[in-house]
């Protein structure tokens, strides 16, 4: 069974500027969690999707917001960028919601200039 | 109250010793506690889990220790080796919820 995908791999952008990033859960997975991982704050959880519904939201500005679709594939959009917004975004699926282990994707990491 | 404190930053252990890192936590609803690992350029894999209703779990050369009465856990790694040499995350939550991450520890195992 493939893992989690993440497209694209790397981006870099302008300030300003804002951006699309796309993961494609494990296949039969409903639940995608998305992560912003940073050195200085390590990894702070944006939002859950689960049936296309965001079910948590952690505590990002609204610059940041997401959305899944009905085949479970979900993108995450970040407006306005700022150079703070340089990161690695990170994508996990689950087969429901809960306790159930969270896979993760390698990631997009994001360069804003 | 959410916060999971994670330590040390870093660990540095020879080839064949014990690595133990610990975690603490602070909101009691929490009910479920895993361990990642992360190579660079990977995204985290999940290592370990552990509910509260245990207070040990071991799978292989890793075991999670779990004091609910403290609020802590802690990942023991036996026999470390050249290959365990990764970031390792603890993390916390509750059902239905979302995880709250420790800000990791990176490990290197010398030959």
């Known amino acids: 069974k493939a893992g989690v995908t993440q497209t694209p791999r790397y981006l870099i952008k302008t300030r300003g500027q804002q951006v699309t990033l796309s993961c494609s859960p494990i296949s039969g997975h409903r639940s995608v969690s998305w992560y912003q991982q940073t050195p200085g704050q390590g990894l702070q959880f944006l939002f859950e999707y689960f049936s296309e519904t965001q079910r948590n939201k952690g505590n990002f500005p609204g610059r940041f917001s997401g959305r899944q679709f009905s085949n479970s594939r979900s993108e995450m959009n970040v407006s306005t960028l700022e150079l703070g917004d340089s990161a690695l975004y990170l994508c996990?699926?689950?087969?429901?919601?809960?306790?159930?282990?969270?896979?993760f994707g390698p990631g997009t990491r994001l360069l804003v200039l | 109250q959410q916060q999971v404190k994670q330590s040390p930053q870093s660990l540095i252990v020879q080839k064949g010793g014990i690595s133990i890192i610990n975690c603490a936590y602070e909101n009691t609803a929490f009910d479920y506690f895993p361990w990642y690992q992360q190579f660079p350029g990977k995204g985290p894999a999940l290592l370990i889990a552990?509910?509260?209703?245990?207070s040990e779990k071991k799978e292989g050369r890793f075991t999670i220790s779990f004091n609910k009465s403290a609020k802590q856990f802690s990942l023991h790694i036996m026999d470390s080796q050249p290959g365990d040499s990764a970031t390792y995350f603890c993390a916390a939550g509750k059902s239905q919820g979302n995880l709250i991450f420790g800000k990791g520890t990176k490990l290197s195992v010398k030959p």
């Open positions: 552990i509910r509260p209703d245990v």
């Open positions: 996990a699926s689950s087969l429901e919601r809960g306790r159930e282990t969270q896979y």
